[in-house]
């Protein structure tokens, strides 16, 4: 090809480079970046750490706490979190610009306080969770305050008297 | 072992600034990752305005773009390529998979990220001056650019650790 002929298409086709950073990026309405917890809409439930294909989302309880953690250098991008969080705490924003020179730059953490069994005082659900619940079933705190096991316990032995009087 | 103080650091990424030379290391990635990189040095987005120019060998490195979350079976060769670098060692590792591990975090037959492969470098006398992680799964082309930027010094980090109490009430 002829110089000529380079310099005709070169003229006709212009500019092709992006000029990033100086201009805005190319972002298409497809595009999935980082997702963002709501810490005033979550209520620590755990289902986003379940459905978390590569654990990026993990939820630790550590005494009187429990934290949800979001570690965006193994997100994957999916959504996943965001489609079954059922509080809608979970936002998927176009946001890339992630880079960071240190791996604890790059965890946001929503820390929640737990609920304690009325009966044994093991730590159970996280309030934010508890309150939900209530708000939406009205149950009386009997209930909602006791640990599974402690539930089962209870059930059984209120069995047993039952079982052990209609013996009688 | 050869201590590189970060003076010098400083002072080498003032020599490089306009003028970086990258090798790109896959370590076992899915290959997105990495044609998330050859995008980065087509026309389009042209990282030659920075001065970035892709260079065969790691003898010849500034900057070596990593991929992939380490297989056992690039183990060897990563550790070899890395050495062969000369100091200051600038890795930029992009992608989930070499951050965290990505989706093969905790396989048998991966690594899970660089952090392990890290530690297993420093083992083995090799050290590592600077390392900047870009997230992203495939990482943007503008993801790469901004990390490179971020990695001379030219640009704010914008990623901050947050922690946040959930609310009372
Ligand atoms: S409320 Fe949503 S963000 Fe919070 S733990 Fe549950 S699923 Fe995750
Ligand atoms: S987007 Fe996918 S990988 Fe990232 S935190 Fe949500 S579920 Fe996990
Ligand atoms: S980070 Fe994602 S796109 Fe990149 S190599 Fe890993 S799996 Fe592939």
Avoid at chain 1, 6 to 32: K, N
Avoid at chain 2, 15 to 30: E, F, Q, R, T
Wanted: net charge positive.
């Amino acid at each position: 090809m002829s110089v000529a002929k380079i310099l005709e298409i070169a003229l006709r086709t212009g500019r092709v480079t992006r000029r990033y950073p100086y201009e805005p990026p190319l972002l298409t309405p497809e595009f999935r970046g980082a997702v963002k917890i709501d810490p005033s809409k979550c209520w620590g439930c755990g289902a986003c750490v379940k459905v978390c294909p590569p654990n990026a989302l993990t939820l630790k309880p550590a005494g009187k706490e429990a934290t949800l953690e979001y570690f965006v250098g193994r997100c994957v991008f999916c959504g996943m979190c965001a489609e079954v969080c059922p509080a809608k705490a979970i936002e998927v924003t176009k946001e890339f610009e992630l880079s960071a020179t240190s791996l604890e730059d790059l965890k946001s953490r929503v820390i929640h306080r737990l609920a304690r069994c009325s009966i044994c005082g093991a730590p159970i659900w996280t309030e934010a969770e508890l309150r939900t619940v209530v708000k939406s079933s009205p149950i009386a705190e009997e209930y909602y305050l006791v640990c599974p096991k402690c539930r089962k316990e209870r059930f059984a032995k209120a069995a047993m008297l039952r079982l052990g009087a209609g013996s009688e | 072992m050869l201590e590189v103080s970060s003076v010098n650091i400083a002072k080498a990424l003032r020599a490089i600034k306009k003028s970086v030379w990258v090798y790109h290391l896959n370590s076992g990635s899915c290959n997105a990752c990495d044609i998330e990189v050859l995008d980065a040095l087509t026309p389009y987005f042209d990282v030659e305005r920075f001065g970035i120019k892709l260079v065969g060998s790691p003898r010849h490195a500034d900057v070596i773009l990593f991929t992939g979350p380490v297989t056992r079976e690039s183990l060897p060769k990563v550790v070899k390529t890395i050495k062969a670098m000369p100091r200051p060692r600038l890795i930029l590792v992009l992608g989930s998979c070499g951050i965290g591990g990505g989706i093969w975090w905790d396989t048998y037959s991966t690594l899970g990220g660089f952090k392990k492969l890290e530690e297993i470098l420093r083992e083995n006398g090799v050290e590592v001056d600077r390392v900047v992680y870009v997230p992203g799964c495939p990482v943007r082309p503008e993801a790469i650019i901004y990390g490179m930027l971020l990695l001379l010094g030219l640009v704010e980090q914008k990623s901050k650790r947050v922690e946040v109490v959930a609310s009372e009430g």
